[in-house]
């Protein structure tokens, strides 16, 4: 039975609002990170390529959501923007803050990369074709930022452990 357009609509456009959710969610993860960041500056660096990508992504999903006639939820974005700072706010307590934030991070860009490939194929079942080259760069910025946190986590858990015998917790921590 096939799904009727205006029903693809509403999903689609739903998804949308709550991709943009997401995407602001992801700045009050990423913004506080790369404020506190000292002993790692190739991660600071890349977080802060990541909060760029971000932003353009954010402004993709305006595009597309106003080829709809419609608008991120201010709701949606404020909800989980708080709730992407309070975990940042989680971490920063911890002795092993940029290691969690690690995990965190790549577990966070897989949540990302799902999205944009459901995304992706309401777009494609739904006949919202303009809206896939927009929605496929996004997915291969988050596919890129994952694939370096999942390069870089050796490095940064070896630095963590260096850090952590030569100066203790305090010294290791960011």
Same mark, same amino acid.
């Given at each position: 039975m096939a799904i009727?357009?205006?029903?693809?609509?509403e999903?689609?456009?739903?998804?949308?609002?709550?991709?943009?959710?997401?995407?602001?969610?992801a700045?009050?993860?990423?913004?506080?990170q790369?404020?506190?960041?000292?002993n790692?500056?190739?991660v600071?660096?890349?977080?802060r390529?990541?909060?760029?990508e971000?932003?353009?992504?954010?402004a993709?999903?305006d595009?597309?959501?106003?080829g709809?006639?419609?608008s991120?939820?201010?709701?949606? /974005?404020?909800? !989980?923007?708080?709730s992407?700072?309070m975990?940042a706010?989680?971490h920063s307590v911890? *002795?092993?803050?940029?290691? =969690?934030?690690?995990?965190?991070n790549?577990?966070f860009?897989?949540?990302?990369?799902?999205a944009?490939?459901?995304l992706?194929?309401?777009?494609?079942d739904?006949?919202?074709?303009s809206?896939?080259?927009?929605?496929q760069q996004?997915?291969?910025?988050?596919?890129?930022?994952a694939q370096?946190i /999942?390069e870089? !986590?050796?490095?940064?858990?070896?630095?963590?452990?260096?850090?952590?015998a030569?100066? *203790?917790?305090?010294g290791? =921590?960011?």
């Amino acid at each position: 039975m096939a799904i009727q357009q205006d029903i693809l609509r509403e999903l689609f456009v739903t998804g949308l609002t709550n991709a943009h959710a997401v995407e602001k969610q992801a700045l009050s993860i990423m913004t506080p990170q790369v404020e506190r960041i000292v002993n790692y500056p190739e991660v600071a660096d890349r977080l802060r390529l990541h909060i760029d990508e971000t932003n353009d992504q954010i402004a993709r999903l305006d595009e597309i959501l106003a080829g709809f006639d419609t608008s991120g939820s201010t709701l949606k /974005d404020l909800g !989980l923007s708080l709730s992407g700072g309070m975990a940042a706010l989680g971490h920063s307590v911890a *002795g092993d803050e940029i290691v =969690k934030n690690s995990f965190a991070n790549y577990a966070f860009e897989h949540f990302e990369i799902a999205a944009y490939k459901s995304l992706l194929t309401m777009a494609e079942d739904g006949g919202f074709a303009s809206a896939t080259p927009l929605l496929q760069q996004s997915l291969s910025e988050e596919q890129a930022m994952a694939q370096w946190i /999942d390069e870089s !986590l050796p490095v940064v858990t070896r630095r963590y452990a260096t850090l952590y015998a030569e100066q *203790g917790s305090s010294g290791a =921590k960011v």
